[in-house]
């Protein structure tokens, strides 16, 4: 299961904010950063993880967010490569 906590957490650290700075702004810093870098807050994210991987449980959760982010960014090929790694 997935918890609000966990996916505003994961979402940031994939986001490239380390936990110091996570846990030095408080919540709603954190939330506007993750909306800024997924479209939605945390708690759609939740409903939309649990339904998603009901249906498909061998989708990688990292590939998930980065999914959430191009959504919300269209960056290019290049540019994304530089925040989440080859492919």
């Avoid at 490239?16 to 700075?21: I, L, P, Q």
């Avoid at 959504?71 to 790694?85: D, P, Q, R």
Wanted: proline share 3%; charged share 25%.
């Amino acid at each position: 299961t997935f918890s609000v906590d966990k996916v505003l957490r994961d979402g940031l650290i994939f986001a490239g904010f380390n936990d110091e700075r996570i846990t030095r702004c408080g919540e709603k810093r954190n939330t506007d950063r993750f909306k800024a870098h997924y479209g939605v807050g945390p708690k759609t994210v939740v409903s939309f993880l649990e339904d998603l991987f009901n249906k498909h449980p061998s989708l990688k959760y990292k590939d998930v967010f980065m999914t959430l982010n191009w959504l919300k960014t269209y960056s290019v090929a290049h540019v994304m490569a530089a925040i989440w790694g080859p492919c």
